[in-house]
């Protein structure tokens, strides 16, 4: 199926209210759910994700297309579901214990979703256990946000446990107050500095076994 065009840029245009119509007359018209998935709606989030990498987008454009992207999704998902669609892999995300900041969060989350992955949100205030579990449920890559300096030493805790308790499971760690600095001195398996990073560390990760 050649991509949809019209859907291509009301998700990337984060036209909310467009893009679950047009995704139903895709499936009206007998188009595969995956291929509406991959070759219109994951393309678009994918193509905000390289303009917002290359400052020609911003966050508030990113925001919008994620939404649009959610509303799509909660269309498609039950044709994917009898179609026997598979996502490209499973991961967890969560902003560690004591902080209780989301934004951040929500957009990594809708942003891997978009990107074809089946994302478990795990929501705020995290603790070690709470990822624990997720990666016993077959996370293979933990994404833990924090926005708050007092909370980020948190995020070692976490990794410390993962890392002997679930030994193929990776950390990546993000947020505002965190650097490539700071995740390399607690372990951590990636760092991503922005919601277009943490997807592509995430396909690095599992492209990597």
Known sequence: ????????????GGKMDLVPELVQKELDAGAKPD????????????EIGERFENEEAYVPEMLLAA???QGGLSV???ALAASGHEALGKVAIGTVKGDLHDIGKNLV????SGAGYSVEDLGINCEVD????????????????????TTMPYMKEVI???KENNKDVKVIVG????????ADSINADGYGEDANMAVKIVDKLYKAG
């Open 1 to 12: 199926m050649a991509r949809n065009e019209e859907l291509f840029n009301a998700v990337s």
């Open 35 to 46: 291929e509406i998935l991959q070759d219109s709606m994951i393309a678009a989030m994918r």
């Open 67 to 69: 939404r649009a992207m």
């Open 76 to 78: 498609l998902e039950p």
């Open 109 to 112: 989350s809708t942003m891997l």
């Open 130 to 149: 709470k990822f624990a579990e997720a990666a016993n449920k077959g996370a293979k890559v933990i994404l833990c946000s924090a926005l708050l300096t």
């Open 160 to 162: 410390d446990h993962l």
């Open 175 to 182: 947020g505002a107050p965190v650097s490539q600095e700071f």
